[in-house]
């Protein structure tokens, strides 16, 4: 008896507060897909630091952008496009004061003051909006997946990932930080769009990223 209770709510807490399927949790415990078995050791050991090595001081990217011929060019030498059907992934890195944290929205925002005066919005979830992060990533793409369910459920994971450290660090205002992390976009942007993070430090202490 005590072992079908034991089941029984495991199972609630695997799915999330339902009975799952016998497949979904076959699906658990053996993903249907290799990338989406590792993703948690391949979020810290690469697309952190893969971003991060690739990042530009957000400032000297927008005004590469702003004298850029087209997107496609700037895409080129700026950027990176896995495939024509995508936008452009660019990776920034920023440092601010934080004058706004709004988690009223399940989407939360935190805004950042730069130096120079200006603002930048960066995603602290616990929901992360778009697939910017994983179409960042240069070791996967949709060809290994060949599942538009299965590459979604990647960039899920993916964000989710950057959602938990940014809830690990709880960014406040007032704090000092800087982030590293990655935007899309399908033109030449005027201003940068939201950042989607993969690394932020608090000035003094308190990093998020995995290194």
Not at 14 to 41: F, T, W
Not at 180 to 198: C, K, Y
Request: with cysteine.
């Amino acid at each position: 008896m005590t072992r079908r209770i034991w089941l029984a709510t495991t199972l609630l807490l695997l799915g999330g507060c339902r009975i799952v399927s016998q497949q979904e949790l076959a699906d658990l415990k053996n993903p249907p897909n290799p990338h989406l078995a590792d993703v948690s050791s391949v979020y810290a050991s690469k697309i952190v630091p893969q971003v991060v090595s690739e990042a530009r001081p957000l400032n000297e990217l927008m005004q590469a952008l702003a004298a850029a011929k087209d997107v496609d060019s700037a895409c080129q030498q700026l950027g990176y496009r896995s495939q024509a059907e995508n936008p452009c992934v660019f990776s920034v890195k920023v440092a601010g004061t934080v004058t706004e944290v709004n988690t009223t929205s399940r989407s939360g925002k935190m805004t950042l003051k730069q130096v120079d005066g200006q603002t930048v919005k960066v995603q602290i979830g616990p929901i992360i909006r778009g697939t910017a992060l994983r179409d960042a990533y240069r070791g996967a793409s949709y060809q290994d997946f060949n599942d538009q369910v299965l590459f979604g459920d990647y960039g899920k994971a993916i964000n989710a990932l950057a959602a938990d450290e940014i809830e690990k660090l709880q960014p406040k205002v007032g704090d000092r930080v800087e982030v590293n992390g990655v935007f899309s976009s399908w033109d030449l942007p005027q201003r940068a769009p939201d950042i989607t993070p993969v690394r932020v430090v608090r000035e003094g202490g308190g990093d998020n990223g995995a290194q």
